[in-house]
């Protein structure tokens, strides 16, 4: 017996088992995968919607990969819908050839098999779908193809085209549901056997309904194309009633699907959520469980290499520390990209730790669902960056995102790195300004390195300039004496580098760094248009201050983080931030062997350089830095 010929059914009645052990025999999978969300997204944009375009379907099914597949996607389809043409064609009944397609697809999940049924549905149908979703609401649009292959009056089928209406988008909803309960981490967290039973239950009957429903909306529309005006209308009634028996069965199937999911779904976010917080209390003894636990996703291997492009196994971080990424798709800003790329890929001290840490990007978005747009975003970036991330973090949990947003803290205009032991233990909630101050040399990246550092850690002109240039860093490194200086007052800038260039004039050797987070005003470019002091504020050397400033706001983070500690490079970096937030001028000055760096502001370094004559008869023999200190230190502001 049909399963459209009764009003529900029940395991109970031999005929409903049967129907179902037949269903089920049609399923044999073979590990094939696709993103079936991506796909059905499309496809409810061709169908369900009047101003969609069929291209739109292909561009978005362009960047959908069917894993595991020796056939593409576009030749997938391509066979469903000729067997569709074949089977609508042919004179057996509806339950027949609903098999034979469910037959054909037996090798893909519960998921892939509706929507790839859907998808063929849609590139067969979708032209002739949309001219007639379009004709009430724009006739002349409609009317322009309509002469061509269609007929011309549509209003006789006006009672076909609601109930078809209704049958795609009841079937799409059911879709939707579908590709839920099969993204539920099953295999890290189980569901009553009951539940997951009728469940499994209702999701054969929908897809068995669904493919049938598709080859009625097929042959249909299909019809539509090859019966004249006349031949319509006298099919319109027969039609109409088909359909008017089909819809609402299809419609209380869905409703029931809708509750048992949603239950199913709740049921594992209660259970993974306290799972979360279970494994994450308490060292293991590695950290697999815990990362497979938090990348809880229907994808075997959910890792890839960004680099490479090489998908990653959980395996392959056992005994390592894993840092997660946790940002918007659009992760971060330019500068701090570049800054936490060379301050991760430092090769000095990765050749001493090794492979010893992993950087694994998770990006969410700000609700939990995806657009196209963000899935193309994440493609884009994520091919790029120097760590690992997740394949498809749209297929993430949401009792996972809760987790990362409730107990780790994560606010969407903050992104942050959080530090995972070999145990799977959280070590920091926070290593960002770790990693932006010493990179790499901050492994493990813990609570505990952050301090350690801060107790060693001393002020100089090197640590500032670390991670900001490297070719400052090398000035540094090779004893030249620095002048850094910045503010947002050119004719202050002015009269510094012109009493700058007649010290050097007199022989001394420095290196003049101009550092400014601002971009100075229009006015102020079109009052020095004609002067050689517009150059200084050359725009490449934005990013280099930024990234100075990237630091600055970490080391003042970090400091306060961390507590009675480093006191001495707090109140210089206070400064610093003081200075640049409140655009006065400002200049430190040192070299590598100076155990003192020369800070000044505004006016003070000009009288201080205006005393070049009392002072530069001790640069000989005190250095440079020591000499312009012992002169002017009634005059300072305070150097350390």
């Given at each position: 017996?049909d399963?459209?010929e009764?009003?529900?059914?029940?395991?109970?009645?031999?005929?409903?088992?049967f129907?179902?052990r037949k269903?089920?025999?049609?399923?044999?999978p073979?590990?094939?995968?696709?993103?079936?969300?991506?796909?059905?997204q499309?496809v409810?944009?061709?169908?369900?919607?009047?101003?969609?375009?069929?291209?739109?379907?292909?561009?978005?099914?362009?960047?959908?990969?069917v894993?595991g597949?020796?056939?593409?996607?576009e030749?997938?389809?391509?066979?469903i819908?000729?067997?569709?043409?074949?089977?609508?064609?042919?004179e057996s009944d509806l339950?027949?050839?609903?098999?034979?397609?469910l037959h054909?697809?037996?090798?893909?999940?519960?998921?892939?098999k509706?929507?790839l049924?859907?998808?063929?549905?849609a590139t067969s149908?979708?032209?002739?779908?949309?001219i007639?979703?379009m004709?009430?609401?724009?006739?002349?649009a409609?009317?322009?193809?309509?002469?061509?292959?269609?007929?011309s009056?549509?209003?006789?089928?006006?009672?076909?085209?609601?109930?078809?209406?209704?049958?795609v988008?009841?079937?799409?909803e059911i879709?939707?549901?579908?590709?839920?309960?099969?993204?539920l981490?099953?295999?890290e967290?189980?569901l009553?056997n009951?539940?997951?039973?009728?469940?499994?239950?209702?999701i054969?009957?929908?897809?068995y309904?669904?493919?049938?429903g598709?080859?009625?909306f097929y042959?249909?529309?299909?019809?539509?194309i090859?019966?004249n005006?006349?031949?319509?209308?006298?099919?319109t009634t027969i039609?109409?009633?088909?359909l008017?028996?089909?819809?609402?069965r299809?419609?209380?199937?869905?409703?029931?699907?809708?509750k048992?999911?949603?239950?199913?779904?709740?049921?594992?976010?209660?259970?993974?959520?306290k799972?979360?917080l279970?494994?994450?209390?308490?060292?293991?003894?590695?950290n697999?469980e815990?990362?497979q636990?938090?990348?809880?996703?229907?994808?075997?291997?959910?890792?890839k290499?960004?680099?490479?492009?090489?998908?990653?196994?959980?395996?392959?971080?056992?005994?390592?520390?894993?840092?997660?990424?946790?940002s918007?798709?659009e992760?971060?800003p330019?500068?701090?990209?570049?800054?936490?790329e060379?301050?991760?890929h430092n090769?000095?001290?990765?050749?001493k730790i090794?492979?010893?840490?992993?950087?694994i990007?998770?990006?969410?978005?700000t609700?939990n669902?995806?657009?196209?747009?963000q899935?193309?975003?994440?493609?884009?970036l994520?091919n790029?960056?120097p760590?690992l991330?997740?394949?498809?973090?749209w297929?993430?949990?949401?009792?996972?995102?809760n987790?990362i947003?409730?107990e780790?803290?994560?606010?969407?205009?903050?992104?942050?790195?959080?530090?995972?032991?070999?145990?799977?233990?959280?070590?920091?909630?926070?290593?960002?300004?770790?990693?932006?101050?010493?990179?790499a040399?901050?492994?493990p990246?813990?609570?505990?390195?952050?301090?350690?550092l801060?107790k060693?850690?001393?002020?100089?002109?090197?640590?500032?300039?670390?991670?900001?240039?490297?070719?400052?860093?090398?000035?540094?490194e090779?004893?030249r004496n620095i002048?850094?200086?910045?503010?947002?007052?050119?004719?202050?800038?002015?009269?510094?580098?012109?009493?700058?260039?007649?010290?050097?004039?007199?022989?001394?050797n420095f290196?003049?760094?101009?550092?400014?987070?601002?971009r100075?005003?229009?006015s102020a470019?079109?009052?020095?248009?004609?002067?050689?002091q517009?150059?200084?504020?050359?725009?490449?050397?934005?990013?280099?201050?930024?990234k100075?400033?990237?630091?600055?706001?970490?080391?003042?983070r970090?400091i306060?983080?961390?507590?009675?500690?480093?006191t001495k490079?707090?109140?210089?970096?206070?400064w610093l931030?003081?200075?640049n937030e409140n655009?006065k001028?400002?200049?430190?000055?040192?070299?590598e062997?100076?155990e003192?760096?020369?800070?000044?502001?505004?006016?003070?370094?000009?009288?201080c350089?205006?005393r070049?004559?009392?002072w530069?008869?001790?640069v000989?023999?005190?250095g440079?830095?020591?000499?312009?200190?012992?002169?002017?230190?009634?005059?300072l502001?305070?150097g350390?």
């Amino acid at each position: 017996m049909d399963l459209d010929e009764k009003d529900g059914f029940s395991l109970e009645s031999s005929e409903d088992d049967f129907l179902i052990r037949k269903i089920v025999l049609t399923h044999d999978p073979d590990g094939r995968y696709l993103d079936s969300e991506l796909l059905l997204q499309a496809v409810e944009n061709v169908m369900c919607s009047a101003a969609a375009d069929v291209s739109d379907l292909y561009n978005d099914g362009a960047i959908v990969e069917v894993v595991g597949s020796e056939e593409s996607l576009e030749q997938i389809i391509y066979k469903i819908s000729c067997e569709m043409l074949l089977k609508c064609s042919a004179e057996s009944d509806l339950h027949t050839k609903t098999m034979v397609l469910l037959h054909m697809l037996g090798k893909f999940t519960w998921d892939a098999k509706v929507v790839l049924i859907l998808v063929a549905l849609a590139t067969s149908c979708g032209e002739c779908w949309l001219i007639k979703q379009m004709y009430p609401y724009n006739y002349f649009a409609a009317s322009a193809r309509l002469h061509e292959q269609y007929p011309s009056d549509l209003n006789i089928l006006r009672i076909q085209l609601k109930a078809l209406r209704m049958l795609v988008n009841t079937m799409v909803e059911i879709a939707k549901y579908v590709i839920k309960f099969e993204n539920l981490p099953m295999k890290e967290v189980h569901l009553d056997n009951e539940a997951m039973a009728l469940t499994k239950t209702q999701i054969y009957i929908a897809t068995y309904r669904i493919f049938k429903g598709s080859l009625e909306f097929y042959a249909q529309t299909t019809d539509y194309i090859a019966m004249n005006q006349e031949k319509i209308s006298q099919t319109t009634t027969i039609a109409a009633w088909g359909l008017s028996y089909m819809v609402p069965r299809l419609r209380r199937l869905c409703n029931d699907i809708i509750k048992q999911v949603d239950l199913c779904h709740d049921q594992i976010e209660t259970k993974l959520y306290k799972n979360l917080l279970d494994i994450s209390g308490k060292p293991h003894r590695d950290n697999r469980e815990v990362i497979q636990m938090l990348f809880a996703v229907k994808d075997e291997i959910p890792l890839k290499d960004c680099s490479s492009q090489a998908q990653v196994n959980i395996s392959e971080l056992e005994k390592k520390v894993v840092i997660i990424l946790v940002s918007t798709p659009e992760l971060l800003p330019i500068d701090q990209i570049q800054l936490l790329e060379q301050r991760t890929h430092n090769q000095h001290y990765r050749k001493k730790i090794g492979r010893s840490y992993e950087i694994i990007w998770v990006p969410i978005p700000t609700s939990n669902t995806w657009t196209s747009f963000q899935k193309r975003s994440f493609n884009f970036l994520s091919n790029s960056l120097p760590c690992l991330c997740i394949r498809k973090p749209w297929l993430l949990n949401s009792a996972v995102l809760n987790f990362i947003r409730q107990e780790w803290n994560y606010k969407k205009q903050h992104p942050l790195m959080v530090a995972l032991d070999w145990q799977g233990m959280v070590s920091n909630y926070n290593a960002m300004d770790m990693v932006c101050i010493w990179g790499a040399k901050a492994f493990p990246f813990s609570t505990l390195k952050e301090k350690e550092l801060w107790k060693e850690q001393n002020w100089s002109l090197k640590f500032l300039l670390d991670g900001v240039d490297p070719l400052l860093l090398k000035w540094v490194e090779e004893g030249r004496n620095i002048f850094l200086y910045g503010g947002d007052d050119l004719y202050w800038t002015g009269a510094f580098t012109s009493r700058m260039d007649e010290i050097r004039n007199a022989g001394l050797n420095f290196e003049v760094i101009n550092i400014d987070k601002k971009r100075p005003s229009e006015s102020a470019f079109n009052n020095l248009a004609s002067t050689d002091q517009a150059n200084l504020y050359d725009p490449q050397k934005l990013t280099q201050s930024n990234k100075l400033w990237l630091r600055l706001e970490s080391m003042k983070r970090s400091i306060l983080r961390v507590e009675n500690t480093a006191t001495k490079i707090l109140k210089e970096v206070s400064w610093l931030l003081e200075m640049n937030e409140n655009s006065k001028s400002w200049v430190l000055i040192g070299n590598e062997i100076s155990e003192d760096v020369i800070k000044l502001q505004e006016m003070e370094i000009i009288e201080c350089l205006d005393r070049f004559p009392v002072w530069k008869e001790n640069v000989g023999n005190m250095g440079l830095v020591m000499a312009i200190k012992t002169a002017n230190k009634p005059h300072l502001s305070g150097g350390s």
